[in-house]
């Protein structure tokens, strides 16, 4: 019908093929993009869709974080000057304290964030369950969800879940079924790491992964600990040693990869494997600079990521997007090592398609309208140059810049507001929460 259709008139679009300026954005009543291209005469839009027009707004497709673990933006700015393993094991004595509504509040708190800085789609390892996946799709958002897991017996939640890993595998295997046909929702097994998991775990899930056609988000040589664990314990380098188990047989979507060997990458390679690069994460935890170049030469399916905000502290992906770009740059000393296009296309095209929503991540005709609108009316967007909207999207816009967002032609985020979440309830409660957990942890045991 076209009082459904939506039409958004902005200075300049992202497109595949390259800036459009002015730009005219049509969404049809399924939610799906049926023109993107210069703006066109009234008579021929469609009679009655509703025309926005954005002044001092550009459009985009909406960004897609490919690794994070929602619920503990409860634990932002928890141990933030230890390394990797030390901050790991403060992060993991709070988590025993948190309860099924706090990984609510947790959750919701995310989606917040991710919604109001330009977020459409994430990729998500933590507790899951049904009501937690209706609370993302209440919302308005895309998600790949992995419940998980550490090992058959572990209890990975205690105080969410009395589930162990193969109760976790069971209703992992359920989820994917109840969500097959779900437009907003992918599911995968989510074994935390080959140092956390037992090898006997991994190759039961990847045979149920192989199986049934279920992914695998996992964590692959974050830090160089963890490499030396493996290598002791093992024999072998994490992805030699994952590999030797068969998980490289199923869709594997792998986080950090920090300490990956030249071989390691060429198997990435080989297998099809889509990594998450998290570099303000790495950086942070001191884990180092993961080899982003050597990845893209090899092929590598890519996407961006923020991890959780307790080794990040926001989910803002512009962020991620200038380190992403820069970072590698200073390493080698050469700044047309990657460009801010690349990574603004992992961002957002391939990061669509690594984590399982290969119909978003474009604004072209037959996408998926996930769109965000930025403000350039800033400073920091002056003087605006149509022509150089991938160097103002690369290194000077920031999430703080959104002004809208578009989920599936669904307006979820406008001028500032939420449309689908109570955003001042939802920083109350996580407040609260936080105040709790803080005093628990202050209570000697």
């Known amino acids: 019908m076209t009082e459904n ?14 800036t459009v300026a002015p730009a005219e954005l049509e969404i049809d009543a399924t939610g799906r993009i049926s023109y993107a291209g210069t703006p066109r005469a009234a008579a021929d839009r469609p009679a009655g869709a509703r025309v926005r027009e954005l002044v001092g707004q550009v459009l985009m497709p909406g960004l897609v974080n490919g690794h994070t673990h929602s619920a503990m933006t409860l634990l932002r700015a928890v141990s933030d000057d230890e390394g990797f393993m030390p901050w790991l094991a403060a992060v993991q004595a709070l988590e025993q304290h948190l309860t099924h509504d706090d990984v609510v509040a947790g959750l919701q708190l995310a989606l917040v964030e991710m919604i109001e800085t330009g977020t459409t789609s994430f990729a998500d390892m933590y507790h899951w369950d049904a009501e937690l996946i209706e609370v993302v799709r209440a919302a308005g958002m895309r998600a790949m969800i992995a419940p998980a897991s550490f090992s058959a017996e572990i209890v990975g939640f205690p105080g969410v879940s009395p589930a162990n890993g193969a109760a976790v595998t069971a209703l992992t295997e359920q989820l994917a079924e109840q969500y097959a046909a779900d437009p907003q929702i992918r599911i995968a097994f989510g074994p935390h790491a080959p140092y956390t998991s037992p090898p006997e775990f991994l190759s039961d899930i ?34 030699a040693h994952l590999d030797r188990i068969g998980l490289f047989a199923a869709d594997v979507l792998a986080a950090h990869c920090v300490h990956l060997t030249p071989s390691e990458i060429e198997l990435f390679a080989r297998a099809g494997a889509a990594i998450s690069h998290n570099p303000v994460s790495n950086l942070k935890l001191g884990n180092g600079i993961a080899p982003l170049p050597a990845w893209q030469a090899a092929g590598i399916r890519l996407t961006l990521g923020t991890d959780s905000v307790a080794s990040n502290n926001t989910l803002d992906l512009f962020e991620e997007i200038k380190t992403a770009t820069i970072l590698h740059r200073g390493a080698h000393q050469d700044a047309a090592i990657v460009r801010a296009s690349d990574v603004l296309d992992i961002a957002t095209r391939r990061g669509a398609e690594a984590i399982g929503f290969s119909e978003t991540g474009a604004l072209e005709a037959g996408m998926q309208a996930d769109v965000i609108a930025l403000d350039i009316t800033g400073s920091a967007a002056t003087p605006f140059d ?11 816009a920031t999430g703080a810049d959104v002004r809208h967002v578009f989920i599936g032609g669904r307006h979820v985020y406008a001028d500032g507001a939420h449309l689908t979440l109570d955003a001042p309830a939802v920083r109350a409660r996580a407040a609260a929460v936080r105040m709790r957990l803080a005093a628990l942890a202050a209570t000697p045991a």
């Open 5 to 18: 259709v939506t039409v958004l008139r902005a200075e300049a679009m992202l497109t595949p093929t390259g």
């Open 206 to 239: 990847t045979e149920r992964a192989v199986a049934r056609g279920i992914p695998i988000h996992t964590h692959i040589s974050e830090s160089a600990a963890e490499v030396a664990q493996i290598q002791e314990r093992y024999g072998a380098t994490p992805a």
């Open 386 to 396: 149509p022509a150089a909207l991938v160097s103002h999207l690369g290194f000077a």
